[in-house]
C-alpha cells in the first residue's frame, strides 16, 4: 500500500505522475461528487479520509465495466472521459451488484484494480489519495488492456506501459509465471515494432539519431493523438527562436509530411540494448 515500493509498477515510472506514484489531496464540502471512473489504467488505489465528516461511496467490481460503459453510451455520455453518476436502480436491474458503504475519519479505502467507483461527501471532509501497482498478473493484464482500449478510443493512458514494461524488466526479478510471460510478450511486440519502423526509416533514407535518456527524463506521448512513444521520436521544431521541440508519433509525423521532411527521428535506445534487456529478463524462483 505505500506510495513507493520496490514491489509497486508505478514506482518503477522512472518520473512523478501526480496523484498516481505521489500523494493527492481533495478537499470535500458536504454533497460534493467524485464521478464514476475506473482508475487510471486500471490501477489499484489507497483512500484514506481524515476528516471531518463522512464519505459515501458505491463501487462495482472491474467485470461489470463494460455493462456500466454501455449505459453510458446509451445516455450519450463517453465512459472514459465524460462525467457520469448511475443510477442505482438501472444497476440492480441489470443485476450488477453495488457495494455501498461509509468512509468515517481514519478509514482506509482499498480500491482494487479495474474496480469501478464513484464517491460523495455526506459532510466536510480532507481525503489523501494515491495509486499502486501491484506485481500481479491480474494487475498488470488490466493495466495492459486498458492502455490497449484507450489506444483504441484515442485517450491517453496516463501510466506510460511500454515504458514501465522495460524499466520493471531491467531492475526487478519476477517470480509469478503469468506476469513474466505477459511482460515479456510486451517487450516481443514493443521490440518487434521498434525493428520494423527502424527498418522502413533506413530502407527510405531516412537518417536516425542517437540521443540516450537521461535521469528522470519522462515518457513521451505523441503531441497530437496522445499515443505513448517510445524509443523513436519523430520530433519536430515548432518555433526556432524560442527551440520549442514537439514530439509525433510516425503515424502523425507522416500525416504533417508524408517523407517526414523537417521531422528528426531520436533512437532513445540501441537495439542491441533492448535485446539484451529481453534475453536478460527471465523468470525467478520464488523464495522459500
Known sequence: MRVSSSGNMLSHVGHTILGMNSVQLYMKVPGSRTPGHQENNNFCSVNINIGPGDCEWFCVHEDYWEAISNFCEKHGVDYLTGSWWPVLED?????????????RPGDLVWINAGTVHWVQAVGWCNNIAWNVGPLSGYQYQLALER?????????????PMIHVSWNVAR???????????????CLLQSMKHIQILRDQLV????????QSRVKDEPAYYCNECDLEVFDLLFVTCENSSRKTYVVHCEDCARQRSPNLTNVVVLEQYRIEELMSTYDSFSLAAASR
Open 91 to 103: 444497476l440492480y436491474s441489470a443485476n450488477i451488484p453495488v457495494y455501498r458503504f461509509i468512509q
Open 171 to 185: 531492475t526487478l526479478k519476477i517470480t509469478d509465471p503469468d506476469t513474466y510471460k505477459m511482460i515479456k510478450h
Open 147 to 159: 492502455f490497449e482500449w484507450n489506444e483504441v478510443k484515442k485517450v491517453k493512458s496516463i501510466v
Open 203 to 210: 530502407a527510405q533514407g531516412k537518417k536516425i539519431s542517437y
